[in-house]
């Protein structure tokens, strides 16, 4: 949209065009409501980020819900399970069996290719490049933002603002220092993630827990592969030269699935650290936040975007309600609701990090437990049971 035909109010003002951002502006829009998407980059930018690859099924259903599931149910890679490599041995987990639900192996980059291609088509307008996003008056009845687009300063009026800027946004930034509690927990490691154009080494995605540390085996399609290894938290790339990569993955991965690996040229490597973080309330005054912007967790459980998808279907909920009737009482729940689900997601992906990673900081009595866990996990199906429950997605309904 170009500046000129910018209009100077609308309902709700969301900062990040990210999976949070966009979805919930689509829920809007479907809905009839007014909304702008303000995004500090450009398009390529967002929808290049190699992220996420586990899709649950209530995000599906989420997508589906603004009719844009067509090309991920047609492309994306329905999995009934996944596999964890520990000591030799192939712990399958079977959530199909043990859940009736499945999983989706479809990009991040894809989600966002379908959301940004339709948004002009459903009257959601997105600012890119807007610079210096700042946030006024949150905790007033007239909230606005104000940004630059090429050297000139824009201001757009709102009822509310949604903050779905990811961790290092502005939005949470702009809350008053002491009005938020922060829980954060920073892991002593991070992953170094290679995304290559060769046939996956496995049919289902594998987790791997191994002496040396973690690995994760992964794809985007039958052609292309997605794979992380556990690397120091003060490693650079530079430390992680190709050779090195490849043979500390096939080690880790164990002989079995090692044998299906195929080497290429990476096409995107990058590093990331390992955080479980959540900010409470979700709320500040008219600012509400949703997505990386409340709340991170270790990629291990793959619950990121997943919670990115059900903090903006609530959040629509709330402002729907709100647009239509004046009632604040789902705005006044949303912080709730959305964070009942969070903190399982999070204890989830902690818990999962903690079974599988190797933590330089573990005691000898630490690491025996997590041995034990490792070994109950292997032969007891409520522990499976418990495990896929996880993995599939909880409920979006407490
Ligand atoms: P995002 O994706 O960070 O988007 C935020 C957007 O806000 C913009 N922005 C601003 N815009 C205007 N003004 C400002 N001041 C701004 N500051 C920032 C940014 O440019 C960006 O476009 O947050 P969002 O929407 O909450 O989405 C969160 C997800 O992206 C994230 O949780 C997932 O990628 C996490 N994740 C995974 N999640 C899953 O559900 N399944 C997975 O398999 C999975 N794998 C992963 C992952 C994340 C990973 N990394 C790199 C952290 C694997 C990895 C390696
Ligand atoms: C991915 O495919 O990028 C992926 C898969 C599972 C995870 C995290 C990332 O837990």
Known sequence: MTASNLPSRTRIAIIGAGPAGMMLGHLLRQEGVDCLVLERRDRAYVEGRVRAGVIEQTTVEIMQRVGLAGRLLREGLPHGGFSISWNGELIHIDVAGLTGKHITVYGQQEIMHDLFDAAPARGLDVVFGAEDVTLHDIEGDRPFVTWRSGGETRRIDCEFIAGCDGFHGVSRASIPSGRLVDYEKIYPFGWLGVLADVPPCAPEVVY???????????????????????????????????????????????????????????????????????????????????????????????????????????????????????????????????????????????????????????????????????????????????????????????
């Open 208 to 398: 791997a827990s191994h002496e040396r540390g973690f690995a994760l085996a992964s794809m985007r399609s039958a052609t292309r592969s997605r794979y992380y290894v556990q690397v120091g938290a003060e490693d650079r790339l530079e430390d992680w030269p190709d050779d090195r990569f490849w043979s500390e993955l096939a080690i880790r991965l164990g002989e079995t699935i090692a044998a299906g690996l195929e080497r290429a040229p990476a096409i995107e490597t990058a590093m990331a650290p390992l955080r479980s973080y959540v900010c409470e309330p979700m709320r500040f005054g008219r600012l509400l936040l949703a997505g990386d912007a409340a709340h991170i967790v270790p990629p291990t459980g793959a619950k990121g975007l997943n919670l990115a998808a059900s903090d903006a279907l609530f959040l629509s909920e709330a402002l729907t309600d709100y647009c239509r009737t004046g009632s604040m009482a789902g705005v006044d729940g949303y912080s709730g609701r959305a964070l009942s689900r969070v903190w399982k997601a999070e204890r989830f992906s902690w818990w999962f990090t903690h079974l599988t990673h190797r933590f330089p900081t573990a005691t000898p009595i630490e690491r025996k437990l997590q041995i034990a866990e490792m070994a109950y996990l292997s032969r007891s199906r409520a522990a499976q049971t418990a495990l896929a429950e996880n993995y599939a997605g909880l409920p979006l309904s407490p």
